[in-house]
């Protein structure tokens, strides 16, 4: 399998120019593989979401390298990391984080418009499976305030899947979902890692979660703990 | 750009209330501005009016000789502006009239009335009963010699001037100026009258104008002018003889130009305020749409956008509230308080509200560049 993303000594110390900086990631090296389905699980405070924000580019590393592919991503500027996160990446937060003032449908369709190509039938008819698939087909038009906090979860997924990224990268996707629905959306991603061929990089504290995905990083004072990866079944 | 104009849209239609209150803002702002405007430009046109407008604005003469060929020369001055609203030929002499007993030293002034009338607007000053002459020795009286010589219409009056022939003139009617110094002294007859008197030709003794605009009326029109004729002529301007007026209308201008100026800073302090608040309302929105790889020019853009609509519906409410307080005011205040109404003023107004709602929203504009990704997910 080919490698899609790899992390090379990825330092992270906040408030670097103040009295007292906190390093929170040391040397992390990380290789991750297309299509793979990654959890990574450890203590509060352990750096999962600081690791995750630095793979997702909303932050940058102190030290370190991250490429995707065969780029550096060290090496663009950030208008050209905005317009890799939005091709690239799809991403799934803890508190949903769909914009209320816009509908379903519409925050689905959201980083399809970022990226200033005209809303075709095409892209529409997809946001529309997207959201059947997530079973959300009745509520395409209902503003995102309208929706329970499952329903807005879901639709965040359909959101992050819409410009065909390359990776998702969720931080407890499911943190403040009841156990029903957490299963229900597990299940989704995975559903979705094996039509799609997408690469889920998922943030966990539920170590039953954790052991259904094919490798399980764990995290522990800002080093790699623990990797596990499950042997390949046929 | 589309996107961020139809994000601006949601934004604002999202929080109603809030919007309602900031177009609110802005629309106060604008109508105060059109109101105090209206109004100091009404008293301003007014006060010009009655300072200069019934009177020559500008004068050509000659010093100490009379104008000969004075048709030609008029040709001469109309074609050389554009400015000149109405021409017109005047001839004066002195002298004083008698009747009985009474005598009264008077300035005789010979009229073109068809011209002349555009400029001293006689017809609207005639008392009861008058009518302009329309033959010669025929005179009109202000209207305090009425009293001062006992006289009436259709009576005749002795003219005595001190060089020339004395004449009789027969009264056909009154005029009042508004204005003691002419009512007290000024009597109107038809050039030929005076020219008869003074015995020189066919001459007068000044071309008087008014103009469309009056304040062109020294760096411009006078320039025009003499450029065309010979320097032996004098051209005098309102202007130059008017230097207190000039300066309190200046003064009008500039404390018009105040008001306007604080007007602007008010809407720009409470848009600006009102939409630093917004990002900071927006803040999570702006990490989602960030985290979603919106660029930060668009992300700018949304609140150039919102400063724009804010602006347009603020500009259109406060022209409408202005000019119903306008008519409100003219309607309803029973006060003849002058009102000048103009659609550039009102253009104006609203043209500078829009901008300062944009200036305003730069500032949030800017604010959200800085605002961090992470921050907005940490903090949920
Ligand atoms: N912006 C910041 N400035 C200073 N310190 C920070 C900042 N963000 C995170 N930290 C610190 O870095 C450490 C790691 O934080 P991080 O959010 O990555 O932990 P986590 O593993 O995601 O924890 P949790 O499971 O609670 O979400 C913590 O000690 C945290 O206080
Ligand atoms: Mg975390």
Redesign the pocket.
């Known amino acids: 399998m080919a490698s899609i993303l790899s992390l090379r000594k990825i330092n992270k110390t906040?408030?670097e120019n103040t009295k007292n900086p906190?390093k929170?990631l040391f040397d992390v090296d990380l290789e991750f593989e297309e299509s793979s389905f990654n959890s990574i699980i450890?203590?509060?405070?352990?750096?999962?979401?600081?690791?995750l924000n630095i793979i997702g580019s909303l932050d940058r590393p102190t030290s370190g390298n991250i490429y995707f592919k065969e780029e550096d991503l060290g090496k663009l500027s950030n208008k050209q990391l905005a317009e890799f996160r939005n091709r690239s990446l799809g991403f799934i937060f803890q508190f949903h984080y769909l914009l209320p003032e816009f509908t379903a449908m519409e925050n689905v369709l959201m980083p399809y418009r970022i990226s200033k190509k005209e809303i075709t039938e095409d892209v529409t008819s997809r946001a529309e499976e997207l959201l059947d698939i997530v079973g959300l087909g009745n509520f395409k038009h209902k503003l995102a305030t309208n929706l329970s906090g499952g329903q807005q979860q879901r639709v965040a997924i359909a959101r992050s899947l819409i410009n065909n990224p390359s990776i998702v990268l969720a931080d407890?996707p499911t943190g403040n979902l009841d156990s029903d629905t957490t299963e229900k959306v597990y299940e989704l991603l995975r559903d979705i890692n094996k039509k799609f061929k997408t690469t889920f990089i998922i943030?966990t504290?539920d170590r039953t979660v954790a052991e259904k995905t094919d490798r399980v990083i764990e995290?522990k004072d800002g080093k790699v703990y623990l990797d596990i990866s499950k042997q390949k079944t046929l | 750009m589309k996107l961020a104009f139809q994000i601006a849209k949601r934004f604002l239609l999202a929080s109603k209330r809030q919007t309602i209150v900031i177009i609110l803002g802005i629309a106060v702002g604008v109508s105060v501005q059109v109101f105090i405007g209206a109004l100091i430009a009404g008293l301003q046109d007014s006060l010009v009016n009655t300072t200069i407008g019934s009177r020559s604005q500008i004068t050509i003469n000659i010093e100490d000789e009379y104008i000969t060929g004075y048709n030609e020369l008029i040709d001469t001055i109309k074609d050389s502006s554009e400015n000149i609203r109405v021409i017109t030929p005047t001839i004066t002499t002195s002298g004083s009239l008698i009747k009985n007993s009474n005598s009264e030293i008077i300035v005789l002034r010979g009229f073109e009335f068809d011209s002349a009338d555009n400029i001293y607007k006689l017809t609207e000053k005639l008392t009861e009963g008058s009518t302009l002459p329309d033959e010669d020795n025929e005179i009109l009286l202000g209207i305090n010699l009425k009293e001062n010589l006992g006289i009436d219409i259709g009576d005749t009056v002795e003219f005595d001037s001190a060089i020339y022939d004395n004449r009789d003139f027969k009264v056909v009617g009154f005029f009042d100026f508004e204005v003691n110094e002419i009512n007290n002294t000024w009597t109107i007859s038809t050039i030929n009258t005076v020219q008869a008197i003074i015995e020189q030709g066919d001459v007068v003794g000044n071309i008087e104008m008014q103009l469309n605009e009056v304040f062109d009326a020294e760096d411009f029109t006078k320039t025009e002018i003499a450029k065309n004729i010979d320097n032996k002529y004098n051209i005098s301007t309102w202007i130059s003889e008017n230097e207190s007026l000039l300066s309190g209308l200046q003064g009008q201008s500039i404390s018009s130009l105040m008001i306007q100026i604080f007007v602007i800073v008010s809407v720009v302090l409470g848009i600006s305020s009102t939409l630093a608040i917004t990002v900071l309302q927006k803040s999570k929105q702006l990490g989602i749409l960030k985290a979603m790889g919106i660029q930060d020019s668009d992300a700018s853009l949304i609140f150039l956008f919102e400063g724009l609509l804010l602006g347009i519906f603020g500009a259109i409410v406060g022209l409408l509230l202005g000019i119903g307080l306008l008519y409100a005011f003219t309607t309803f205040s029973g006060t003849d308080i002058p009102i000048s109404f103009d659609l550039g003023f009102l253009a104006l107004s609203a043209g500078i509200a829009i901008a300062a709602s944009m200036i305003a929203a730069l500032i949030p504009a800017l604010k959200s560049r800085k605002l961090s990704v992470?921050?907005v997910i940490?903090n949920g």
């Open positions: 906040y408030g906190t929170v450890g203590q509060s405070g352990s750096g999962k979401s600081t690791l407890e943030i504290h995290i | 992470i921050e940490r």
